[in-house]
């Protein structure tokens, strides 16, 4: 079955970094763009950054776009989300999604992984 299973979350001081992981599975990961989302309590989920299925074309919001770097490794079925010089306000759950390159009603999406940034 389709599984998106996200990881490297945690806390984390306001300045430092945390690389996050999402390993999918169940359908064919080149075939997908894959994004970051993010939410915190009583708000919808923010669109983090995208990349495209081939790993070509990226795109961030403007509140993390210099500081977050979404990468992916088709080989090894993974999306990254590199977040450096995290603030206090990146703290959310991060969700891993897919996204398929032509139907775009075939969406998947990871259980989320707990950032917390914080002195």
């Known amino acids: 079955q389709v599984q998106l299973v996200e990881s490297g979350g945690g806390l984390v001081q306001p300045g430092g970094f945390l690389r996050l992981s999402c390993a999918a599975s169940?359908?064919?990961?080149?075939?997908?763009?894959m994004k970051w989302y993010r939410q915190t309590p009583g708000n919808e989920r923010e669109l983090v950054a995208t990349?495209?299925?081939?790993?070509?074309?990226?795109n961030y919001a403007d509140s993390v776009r210099g500081r977050f770097t979404i990468s992916r490794d088709n080989a090894k079925n993974t999306v990254y989300l590199q977040m450096n010089s995290l603030k206090p306000e990146d703290t959310a759950v991060y969700y891993c999604?897919?996204?398929?390159?032509?139907?775009?009603?075939?969406?998947?999406w990871g259980q989320g992984t707990q950032v917390t940034v914080s002195s």
């Open positions: 990349i495209s299925s081939a790993g070509i074309g990226t």
């Open positions: 169940g359908f064919t990961f080149s075939n997908y763009a």
């Open positions: 999604n897919a996204q398929h390159k032509i139907f775009s009603g075939n969406v998947y």
